[in-house]
């Protein structure tokens, strides 16, 4: 798999803090950028937005209005997670890249990052999501990949999907193996089951019992 540093873009120079506000807006004309960074000197001093570009005068320079830019950016040793995260935190679809000197080295696009995830082996890999939650002080990594491994199953993916005050949600992509007896173990270490799965007889026997109880009352 690639790695994200081969996705580093540098096909179009940054702008210039003494370019015009015209020079942004005919650049997001010609490209779907939500952002594009601007330097100062060769230092990199945040990213202008596109629907700030809509509502300044157009004669103005980017350094009349240098303080309303935005100064996100990614390291070029970040992991691809923490690009991705990015892009969230910051609603964009291009992120500056600086090196470990703050030196600019070009910029990330949306696109080129998804194609990366859809690459890993959560996304690329057959399996099956199961979203389980549990208090927050009682759970473990550890734990949950030893139910699924002694499911004779493989955790493909891990992640935290949500945290409220007192309790975790945690996605899990596994392979395609003893589905309902992983399901099972879960809820035998106190684990709710977040997600649906047909291969729930827990759940199935709930449902008959229900339906077989709906019958009984309407005799």
């Not at 540093?5 to 010609?30: C, G, H, M, R, W």
């Not at 923490?82 to 703050?102: G, I, M, Q, R, W």
């Not at 309790?167 to 035998?188: A, D, G, P, W």
Request: glycine share 2%.
């Amino acid at each position: 798999m690639d790695k994200i540093t081969d996705f580093l873009n540098n096909q179009f120079k940054p702008l210039q803090v003494n370019d015009s506000i015209a020079d942004a807006e005919n650049l997001f004309l010609d490209f779907n950028y939500s952002h594009f960074p601007v330097l100062e000197q060769d230092i990199y001093i945040g990213s202008i937005a596109k629907e700030d570009t809509e509502i300044l005068t157009t004669s103005h320079l980017i350094n009349d209005h240098k303080y309303n830019l935005h100064r996100f950016f990614v390291r070029n040793n970040m992991n691809w997670f923490d690009v991705f995260e990015e892009f969230s935190k910051n609603n964009t679809n291009l992120l500056p890249v600086l090196d470990e000197k703050n030196q600019y080295v070009g910029f990330y696009e949306l696109d080129d990052v998804l194609h990366f995830l859809n690459e890993t082996t959560f996304v690329k890999e057959d399996g099956g999501i199961i979203v389980i939650e549990k208090e927050s002080t009682d759970f473990t990594f550890s734990q949950i990949c030893q139910i699924v491994e002694s499911n004779d199953a493989k955790v493909l993916g891990v992640f935290i999907s949500n945290i409220s005050q007192n309790s975790t949600q945690i996605t899990l992509k596994i392979s395609q193996s003893n589905f309902n007896e992983i399901i099972q173990t879960f809820r035998r270490y106190n684990y709710t089951i977040l997600s649906e799965h047909q291969e729930d007889s827990y759940l199935a026997g709930l449902k008959e019992r229900s339906d077989y109880l709906d019958k009984y009352l309407n005799i």
